[in-house]
């Protein structure tokens, strides 16, 4: 069974860095044909997909986040990191990992995990 689960900071303040992590059960992210994914969920609003990173390693950004973020793994650990800097209150979400097919997600769909918030404020 695959699981997924995140885990992050909370509270970061404006314009600092944080990293969330998902930590991955019943799957090898370094096999097979599928993409790990962030999304968030800003307050009030609706999914946004954030960036992916495949299983081969490649990455690919929302182009609006594009310039600020970065998606890297740890095979051993089975786990894959987001950092996202200079961040402001917009970045104020909870924040998902998924495995999908497809390289963009922002439906929930089997393999999500229960997701993180992090608030961004002073």
């Known amino acids: 069974q695959v699981q997924l689960r995140e885990s992050g900071p909370g509270l970061v303040k404006p314009s600092q860095l944080f990293s969330v992590t998902c930590t991955v059960s019943g799957a090898d992210i370094g096999s097979g044909e599928y993409y790990w994914i962030w999304i968030r969920q800003p307050p009030g609003r609706g999914m946004e997909w954030v960036g992916t990173i495949s299983s081969a390693g490649n990455t690919y950004f929302n182009p609006s986040l594009a310039s600020r973020a970065s998606i890297s793994r740890d095979t051993s650990q089975n786990q894959f990191t987001l950092q996202l800097w200079s961040v402001t209150p917009e970045d104020t979400a909870v924040y998902y990992c998924?495995?999908?097919?497809?390289?963009?997600?922002?439906?929930?769909?089997?393999?999500w995990g229960q997701g993180t918030q992090v608030t961004v404020s002073s």
């Open positions: 998924a495995r999908d097919v497809k390289v963009v997600v922002t439906t929930p769909g089997e393999y």
